[in-house]
């Protein structure tokens, strides 16, 4: 268990409404991601950070932004939320080791735009 | 750019019998290579991980990778499959160290036949 939680774990929303979604993790990792996980897609990196305030953009990233003004929280927020944003998204950390990082994720958030 | 393929989109074994997954990669720099596993409705589990101290990996739940420079290959196998392995497998590179971030293959899903 990596100390990741992701609120809300499922949300209902409308098109064109924002929506803000939340990763929360307790061992004071340096680095977190947000991916989504599509059919057929595998994860696609939407966002990541390398330390308070310091952002920068993934593969996927219009739509998105991020904030982080604490080590244990980073935010996805999607802005004005549309369809093809229904997703599933996951939060991630990366913990350095003498083997290397390794990237767990949290149980991620099912998000529906209707 | 890094890139992962992951060949056949499902998977279909009986009980008892041999699972190979295939992945194979791409990249210009030593990588490190990640097999993940996800049960339905779940986050994603770390299988196990290679980062260049030995080329055959074992991780958990019996499963094993052996890497490949040769063939650019990650395959991952497990000498007899049990009714609970059945689930989505995703292989994973570090697409720089940089960001650390992963890169996915889209996923292959496991069926296992009683």
């Known amino acids: 268990d990596a100390g990741i939680t992701q609120s809300p774990r499922h949300k209902v929303t409308e098109t064109g409404t924002p929506v803000t979604l939340r990763c929360h993790q307790t061992e004071n990792h340096r680095y977190m991601y947000w991916y989504r996980q599509d059919p057929g897609h595998g994860l696609r990196l939407i966002h990541y950070?390398?330390?308070?305030?310091?952002?920068d953009k993934g593969e996927v990233s219009d739509g998105y932004s991020v904030s982080r003004s604490k080590t244990e929280d980073f935010l996805l927020t999607l802005e004005s939320a549309t369809s093809s944003q229904t997703s599933v998204y996951f939060c991630a950390i990366s913990e350095e080791g003498l083997s290397g990082n390794t990237i767990y994720f949290g149980e991620g958030s099912w998000l529906t735009v209707v | 750019a890094q890139s992962v393929t992951q060949l056949g989109s499902h998977v279909s074994v009986s009980e008892g019998a041999l699972v190979l997954l295939r992945c194979n990669y791409s990249s210009s720099v030593p990588p490190y290579l990640f097999w993940y596993v996800q049960y339905p409705n779940q986050g994603l589990q770390l299988l196990l991980k290679y980062t260049s101290a030995a080329t055959l990996v074992k991780g958990i739940n019996d499963f094993e990778a052996e890497f490949k420079k040769s063939e650019t290959s990650f395959h991952l196998t497990k000498p007899s499959a049990h009714m609970s392995d059945a689930a989505e497998y995703f292989c994973a590179v570090i697409s720089d160290t940089g960001r650390r971030a992963l890169t996915f293959g889209s996923g292959t899903r496991l069926q296992v036949q009683p």
């Open positions: 950070s390398y330390g308070v305030k310091d952002t």
